[in-house]
């Protein structure tokens, strides 16, 4: 958008010892994503914008990451962890194809903006060589200190160098820091380690800039999003942060809530008009929400597509690979997973429904269950158009019910229910009413059997 081409190096490479895991820091998910995926979604994209996450040694699960959410992005390791500007040069190949401007941020920082980082990319342009990011810190402790002299960035102090009087200043590097792409690597082969932890400070950078007379300055954020991820309470803490950006965002796109603090949102969650969503829903990640659709209460609903004025639970939930057609219904106690449920299909009450596709206006009744694992293998369910399955009703799968066929309740079926169509020509109690026409119609345009 500015015009310039940019490279947004991210630093990955951190253990994270304090989160007391396994997993390595940056793949903690935050509002359904990694830590590492929100950094890289507020980073520059499109056209001349690259990417390159700088990870651990064997830690091919956070390139790997990397990876999926920036196909683009240069995944390089830095062997040894000598410090944030070391970090940086690992990504040297990047910074020498040479980009208008270099952007650094952490990868445990996830609620940073893109807009932030645009505005970073302004003084670039006027002539500065390098921006950093600052915050008045609450409590200042253990962050690099800005030094500042007539609205210029003179250094930063990081806490163990820093004197008595230096360390009461409240203004702190968030971390973040932009250069100027023609003088990056120059500055950065200069920072030496020279320091009480002998590391090679990124935040030397400054004082080196100034030193070669070229132009540092700062520009200030909230404290809120420039929140590194260290513990287990920060990472609860920013989940806090994200969702109240998430669910301010999707009122402010016409989501009716009642009870928005109730409800928990994936930044990845899209919606369309005029939807509902009740008190006590959880939406993780993956999630379309089409118009006049209807979440009801204590729904929980992972990677799935619901259509158009679908209704959902209360007490529903969906996992990865549902997809509800238009007008569809999902009732109290269902739970769907690789489903596809075309329009108008009904499944109102404790019931599973998995590997399934189940056809125009069909309707499942209470306590159905498609058994699609043999204890080896899982096997599909067809349900055709129309179709009525009597309560309380056991699918065998591989197990395909026909097309306006009629499943008797406590039924076990365990082979093919052959598509009733000559009940379904004469428009018999096997087709509910509404569904009867529609039926008919797709047989006229030679759709007679379901996928
Ligand atoms: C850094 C800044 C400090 C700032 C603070 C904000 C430096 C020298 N100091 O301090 O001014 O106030 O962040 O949170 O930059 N990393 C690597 N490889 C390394 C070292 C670090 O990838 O060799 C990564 C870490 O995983 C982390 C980030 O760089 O994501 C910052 O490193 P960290 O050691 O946490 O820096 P701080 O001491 O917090
Ligand atoms: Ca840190």
């Known amino acids: 958008m ?45 056209e001349g914008a690259g990417v390159a996450v700088v990870i651990g040694p064997q830690r091919e699960d956070v390139g790997a990451e990397a990876k999926r959410v920036r196909p683009d992005a240069a995944i390089v390791v830095q062997a040894e962890r000598l410090g944030t500007a070391h970090a940086v040069l690992a990504a ?77 200043i409240d203004l702190c590097n968030a971390g973040v820091m932009a250069f100027d792409g023609r003088t990056a690597l120059q500055i950065l082969d200069a920072i030496g380690n020279a320091n009480s932890k002998s590391e090679y400070y990124l935040t030397d950078a400054v004082g080196i800039a100034r030193d070669k007379g070229l132009r540092a300055v700062t520009i200030e954020t909230s404290e809120d999003e420039v929140r590194g991820i260290n513990t287990k309470a920060q ?39 005029d939807v509902t969503i ?37 007490y529903a939930r969906l996992r990865p690979g549902t997809s509800l057609g238009e007008g569809a219904k999902i009732g109290n106690f269902v739970e769907t997973k690789n489903a596809v449920l075309d329009a108008g299909a009904k499944v109102n009450h404790l019931t599973y429904i998995g590997d399934a596709h189940v056809g125009v206006g069909a309707n499942i009744g209470a306590g159905t269950i498609t058994c699609n694992y043999d204890g080896f293998k899982k096997h599909r369910t067809v349900i ?68």
């Open 384 to 451: 055709g158009a129309g179709a009525f399955v009597g309560s309380n009703s056991s699918l065998v799968a591989p197990v395909r019910i026909g097309a306006g066929a009629y499943v008797g309740s406590g039924s076990v079926i365990t082979k093919d229910v052959a598509d009733d169509a000559l009940a379904v020509e004469r428009g018999e109690q096997t087709m509910r009413p509404g569904w009867a026409k529609r039926f008919r119609d797709m047989k006229a345009r030679g759709k007679s059997k379901p996928a």
């Open 92 to 168: 040297r190949e990047a910074i020498e194809r040479g980009a208008d401007d270099v952007l650094v941020v952490f990868g445990d920082t996830p609620l940073i903006s893109a807009a932030t980082l645009a505005r970073m990319q302004e003084p670039l342009k006027a002539g500065a060589a390098v921006v950093v990011l600052g915050f008045r810190a609450a409590d200042p402790t253990g962050y690099g200190r800005l030094l500042t002299k007539n609205g210029e960035l003179v250094a930063i102090r990081e806490q163990n160098d820093a004197s008595a009087a230096e360390r009461l």
């Open 278 to 314: 009740e008190p006590f829903v959880v939406i993780g990640p993956g999630v379309t929400i089409a118009d006049g659709a209807v979440i009801h209460s204590f729904s929980h609903i992972v990677e799935a597509t619901i259509g158009k004025k679908a209704s959902v639970g209360p």
């Open 2 to 46: 500015t015009g310039r081409t940019s490279l947004t190096i991210v630093l990955a490479a951190g253990e994270g010892t304090r989160m007391r895991s396994s997993i390595p820091k940056v793949l903690h998910q935050v509002a359904g994503g990694s830590l590492l995926s929100h950094v890289l979604a507020a980073a520059p994209s499109g």
């Open 235 to 273: 990472l609860a803490e920013a989940e806090a942060v994200l969702q109240t950006r998430l669910r301010q965002a999707a009122l402010e796109a016409g989501v009716t809530m009642t009870a928005p603090e109730s409800v928990y949102l994936s930044a990845d969650t899209s919606f369309g008009k």
